[in-house]
């Protein structure tokens, strides 16, 4: 099949999710035409059969606000035609889909169809997506996809309650490729971060409000003082001289360590003992399935999709929202000895399998196939 992807090019879950499933149809011999603003950054070495598109908005001085969705749909017609695309699979809604849309109707004019499968991500659903500027355009351009999908099944039930949905949303669950993650630690890096053995908690998110940093760093400063140990953070955003301050705040800033965005996530979750995720939402909880197939228990919130692949007392914990308390009990719980944390590691590793990406493309290939027919 020849497969046009059109994702956000950054470090967020969407992104990394339409990343991943493009190279993983690729070596599965599909053609996969990638189109964003930039190269996604999961992409990685030259593959042949993956092309890149960058859409390139022309400014002008009139122009307050590129229209950057009139340039993304532009850029979707002329791929489509000069590669003679089977179909386009959009990640994330706004503004993928509504562009999608216009890219169909003109090229319907032209005699050409092109099938459109929208997949939900969050919050282009539950945060940006019901903002009343958007909701219409979102809604419409929802209803007109060829096929709709949804991350989790709290996700589908959010959009249902949200917006005025006709259409099934199946729901295909995200995915991680375990053997990919499933790594030995480098015994150097180890060294580096906890010179003398502590324990190694890790949080990675695009520190946005709605990740609750502030959250992460308390739990830590609880841990810390029980049990010997350091914190990473990977990633960056608005949120990040917050939990700088607080670790400042509360004196444990040398037992923290501010790592930016990284790249090698598989490299730097085999060295951590505990990922948490405190968010206020999540549909899905990408960077904590990755976590588990590194073998790594989570400490998360029970928002939104989260408990759908953190499993109470078997990979970790969940807690209410802004629980630092439990969490920071049921963190230690996990930490507290060597065939406790074991057990924990071994489940969580078992329990992603459910999610490898063995499993979930072959749904998406099969999505597909069923338009490619009609
Ligand atoms: O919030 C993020 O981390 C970024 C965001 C995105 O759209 O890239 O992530 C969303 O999609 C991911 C992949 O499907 C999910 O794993 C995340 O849970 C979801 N984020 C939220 O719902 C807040």
């Known amino acids: 099949m020849k497969i046009g992807i059109v994702c956000y090019p950054t470090f967020g879950g969407s992104g990394v999710l339409a990343t991943e499933l493009g190279k993983a149809l690729a070596l599965e011999g599909h053609l996969v035409h990638f189109i964003s603003y930039q190269?996604?950054?999961?992409?990685?070495?030259?593959?042949?059969?993956?092309?890149?598109?960058?859409?390139?908005?022309?400014?002008?001085?009139?122009?307050?606000?590129?229209?950057?969705?009139?340039?993304?749909?532009?850029?979707?017609?002329?791929?489509?035609?000069?590669?003679?695309?089977?179909?386009?699979?959009?990640?994330?809604?706004?503004?993928?889909?509504?562009?999608?849309y216009m890219a169909k109707q003109i090229l319907k004019k032209e005699g050409k169809h092109i099938p459109v499968i929208t997949t939900l991500h969050g919050t282009d659903i539950t945060l940006v997506g019901r903002d009343k500027t958007y909701a219409p355009v979102v809604t419409f351009s929802i209803n007109e996809s060829d096929a709709i999908t949804a991350v989790s099944e709290n996700l589908k039930k959010e959009t249902l309650s949200h917006f005025h949905i006709e259409k099934e949303i199946e729901v295909i669950f995200n995915f991680v490729d375990v053997s990919r993650f499933s790594r030995r630690p480098i015994d150097a890096f180890r060294k580096v971060i906890a010179p003398n053995g502590e324990r190694i908690l890790l949080h990675a998110s695009n520190f946005r409000k709605i990740k609750r940093v502030q959250d992460?760093?308390?739990?830590?400063?609880?841990?810390?003082?029980?049990?010997?140990?350091?914190?990473?953070?990977?990633?960056?955003?608005?949120?990040?001289?917050?939990?700088?301050?607080?670790?400042?705040?509360?004196?444990?800033?040398?037992?923290?360590?501010?790592?930016?965005?990284?790249?090698?996530?598989?490299?730097?979750?085999?060295?951590?003992?505990?990922?948490?995720?405190?968010?206020?939402?999540?549909?899905?909880?990408?960077?904590?399935?990755?976590?588990?197939?590194?073998?790594?228990?989570?400490?998360?919130?029970?928002?939104?999709?989260?408990?759908?692949?953190?499993?109470?007392?078997?990979?970790?914990?969940?807690?209410?929202?802004?629980?630092?308390?439990?969490?920071?009990?049921?963190?230690?719980?996990?930490?507290?000895?060597?065939?406790?944390?074991?057990?924990?590691?071994?489940?969580?590793?078992?329990?992603?399998?459910?999610?490898?990406?063995?499993?979930?493309?072959?749904?998406y290939e099969r999505l597909y196939e069923r338009f490619l027919s009609v």
């Open 39 to 100: 190269q996604p950054v999961r992409l990685g070495a030259f593959t042949p059969n993956i092309l890149y598109h960058e859409v390139q908005v022309p400014t002008y001085p009139l122009f307050d606000y590129p229209p950057f969705e009139t340039a993304l749909a532009s850029t979707m017609v002329d791929v489509i035609k000069n590669n003679d695309l089977d179909l386009l699979h959009v990640h994330y809604a706004i503004p993928h889909a509504s562009a999608a």
């Open 216 to 363: 992460v760093v308390k739990i830590f400063a609880e841990v810390n003082k029980q049990i010997p140990s350091k914190l990473l953070f990977v990633g960056d955003g608005p949120e990040r001289s917050t939990a700088e301050d607080l670790s400042r705040e509360l004196g444990i800033c040398d037992e923290i360590r501010f790592v930016g965005k990284q790249e090698q996530m598989e490299d730097i979750l085999a060295i951590a003992d505990l990922f948490l995720l405190t968010s206020e939402y999540e549909s899905f909880g990408l960077a904590a399935l990755e976590a588990m197939a590194a073998g790594v228990p989570v400490i998360s919130s029970n928002a939104g999709g989260l408990g759908e692949i953190n499993i109470h007392g078997e990979t970790g914990y969940l807690s209410e929202v802004g629980d630092v308390a439990s969490m920071s009990r049921q963190a230690m719980e996990i930490l507290k000895d060597d065939a406790s944390l074991q057990g924990f590691k071994e489940r969580a590793a078992a329990h992603s399998k459910k999610y490898d990406i063995h499993h979930i493309v072959p749904q």
